[in-house]
């Protein structure tokens, strides 16, 4: 059995969903958080969102995001090892960002994805973003919502 603490099971990897948006900042600081506890690597993902109808509309949009996405991973990456704590940045690509965080999450068998209750997206449901849902209902495994 998984040692616990507050009742708690202890996650040795937490993944968290990460957009540069208030709401990702607050769940990046309650993974820390976490993560100090539980004594977890962090993995921090950041999906660049592959629409063809924006590449369409600029040459070079896809490049320029990904340059935003990279300086956006590091400066949250330098937050978490500031902190004492083991980070791994990773990108994604897909025009629907849920899918690439929930093949991470498999992939790396994560034990749980942090994710804001909304994105940059602008999408906001009355409740929660689209893509905070979207993982919920696809992950492999816990999935903790963080309001900001």
Known sequence: M??????LKL???IL?????????????????EMAKTCRSKLFVMHVVDLNVEYMAISSGLEEKM?????????????KVKKAGLKCEAIMGYDDQPH???????????ISLIVVGTHGRTGLA???M?????????????AVLVVPA
């Open 2 to 7: 998984a040692e616990t603490r507050c009742g």
């Open 16 to 32: 968290v969903a990460y957009d540069g948006s208030k709401f990702s900042e607050a769940a990046l600081r309650q993974a820390m």
């Open 99 to 109: 899918r690439p965080i929930v093949d991470e999450a498999k992939k790396r068998k």
């Open 125 to 127: 449901k009355v409740l």
């Open 129 to 141: 973003g689209s893509v905070s849902q979207r993982i919920i209902g696809h992950a492999p495994c």
């Open 11 to 13: 996650h040795d990897s």
């Open 66 to 78: 990904e340059e935003e996405a990279r300086k956006m991973l590091k400066k949250a990456e330098n």
